[in-house]
């Protein structure tokens, strides 16, 4: 029997109970599989800083890069929200990142049939959306360098980041999204803004010349404003989008809330080798912690991306994805998607009871 | 009587025939009202770089400065896309918008209950949006410096562009913000990313320093990510958002599409003193240009906050809206707001019937 090292991130807020239902879901799916986990629980976030000092402990990280795979709940809360930028739990999540080198943050976003209700857009516009968002997770605004507070000339107080690309760091982002579109329905919609800067300038110039390695994939180019736009006017016409650190975290949250099922969504997120990272795209949402109603499927969801592009053990996922759809089409939902007519329940003990064989 | 000089930019693609359209609403608005004004035609954009090889003439720009307040088209087409920076119709717009020094965009976004079925949202979701985005427009990526291209340590080549504020430049934004969140309904909402991005950490410390002047606005702050999500879930929670240039690009566009009838958005820029900017929302459309297919009212109704916080002509700033307005209650229609049931036809020659005495 195969056996595999998982580490196990919690995190804050809903964190711990969602990755309890995922943590449950994964041993179960693996037994009828043949595989065994073995689970390493590390802190991170709010949890490491009460416990440590520190948002990212060097034990959790190198406890992560030895394992086969990492599962992150989520992290954040208004307790540490004046923190100090080293001192904020997203300054962790940001470490966890660029330590497991984790550049490519696959975002899928659809809508199920059986919650296209859940979606605040006309049912005609929502219903049949199946796109995913790769998103540069390691690059650009969020670790540009220079940074931080100075003065002007004039004595005045300022803040600066830095946006900045290398061709590599486009080249390698551009290739797993031509893959993935490979994979799905062949277009490619790259995001950026060309029109004013020059970080975009070259992403453009780099994604079309990576093109010509994918003759197959249709390539198309938007500037960021209208990407928004479009998202909410038909996000069907999308199938994959590639954009940069800033512009991913700004438009897949839109395109999660497109679907209207934000507690749904899984992510992804991948290095040239070593373990990937893979957490649900909700935050940690503070206000429902530990009241046993937070959405477990997005983690649960998680598990199964964990199982397919961490592992490579595509059986096991996709049991977890079927049992996911079973659930929902017997009417189970958490109060974030429910709506007149359904079974309302904690969905966990559903999960194991669909997953038996 | 009184007299202004107003200089109209068409610019590219339908910019010319919607600004055609808004030259004869404020013509017979102001006759009917004691106004008189002088125009003065100039080019920018792709028109001046295919008639002068710039896209901002200088005297262009000493015109506009001179005038009491400029009108501007729409600027861009495809035929330049692949220009260079320094010679993208794009580029005539920033020197532009930093040559008159207007740093302030108000972008109101209101859905009108005539035209609450051109939403892709349902219809409880959009009926009663009524909210203002206060976007910092002179400042923040867009302008700052260094920017550019170059090579990494490796040799690689990189292109990077500055995000930077300092803090006269937060508080002046600010400030109009809280004004314009007075006039409406108490609320403002600061967005940033002051969880990652230091030059968003001082945006949040600044606008929290300015609040202590208008104790009568209600503040609240949000990560753009969510901004983006929050505007598609429940965009009617919002009255008054500020935010810094690339945010305010970015959701403007998505808070417009929200609306359904982006060609009815106007804006207005302003800066401490001199003429303001005022410009439709939407771009160029090259593809319907010349068809008499454009929706003018953005335009029409750009040239009515021209009146109002140009000029300080309220009344005929009135009188074009209520215009607008008795058009759409008659069931006029251009074809990007049209359902069945309404008449169709191009609106120029009905607002002239309307605003007769
Ligand atoms: C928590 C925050 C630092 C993070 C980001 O901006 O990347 C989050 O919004 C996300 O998208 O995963
Ligand atoms: C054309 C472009 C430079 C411009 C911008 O990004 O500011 C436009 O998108 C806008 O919002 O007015």
Redesign the interface.
């Known amino acids: 029997s195969k056996r595999y090292t998982i580490t196990l991130l919690p995190g804050d807020g809903i964190g711990p109970e969602v990755i309890s239902v995922a943590k449950n879901v994964l041993e179960l799916a693996g037994s009828l599989e043949g595989i065994e986990f073995l689970f390493k629980d590390m802190p991170v976030g709010g949890a490491a800083l009460d416990l440590t000092g520190i948002p990212l402990p060097e034990e959790t990280l190198s406890i992560a890069k030895q394992s086969d795979a990492v599962l992150l709940g989520a992290i ?1 809360g208004y307790k540490w929200d004046n923190n100090e ?1 080293h001192l ?1 739990p ?1 300054t962790g999540l ?1 470490q966890l990142r660029e330590g497991l080198k984790v550049f490519a943050n696959l975002r899928p976003a659809s809508v199920l049939p059986q919650l296209v209700d859940a979606s ?3 049912k005609e ?1 929502a219903e049949g959306v199946d796109l995913m968002v790769v998103r540069e997770l390691t690059g650009g ?2 670790f ?1 360098k220079p ?3 100075s003065t ?1 000339e ?1 004595g ?13 760091e486009i080249d390698r982002i551009a290739r797993i999204a031509f893959e993935s579109a490979q994979k799905r329905r062949g277009k490619l919609c790259s995001v950026d ?1 060309a ?9 453009r110039r780099r994604v079309m010349a990576i093109a010509s390695e994918y003759p197959d994939v249709e390539l198309s180019h938007m500037y ?3 990407a ?7 996000p069907k016409q999308f199938d994959t989008i590639v954009t940069n650190n ?2 991913g ?6 395109a ?3 679907t209207g099922s ?1 507690g749904m969504l899984p992510s992804a997120s991948l290095g040239e080798s070593g373990p990937g990272l893979f957490e649900p795209i909700h935050g940690s949402a503070p206000d429902i912690a530990g009241q046993d109603k937070a959405n477990p499927l997005a983690t649960v969801l998680s598990a199964a991306m964990l199982l397919r592009y961490g592992l490579g053990e595509e059986e096991a996922a996709q049991r977890i994805e079927t049992a996911v759809l079973d659930a929902l089409n017997r009417g189970f939902r958490t109060g974030d998607i429910y709506s007149a007519g359904n079974v309302c329940t904690f969905l966990v003990n559903f999960f194991i009871y669909i997953l038996l064989p």
């Open positions: 954040g930028k904020k997203e940001l605040t857009l006309k516009i605004i969020y540009g940074r931080g507070f002007n004039n005045e107080e300022i803040g600066f980041n830095t946006e900045v690309y290398a061709s590599y803004k029109n004013v800067l020059e970080a975009s300038m070259l992403w960021v404003d209208n928004a736009m479009q998202l909410v006017r038909n800033i512009f975290d700004i438009l897949s949250d839109e999660s809330m497109i934000i």
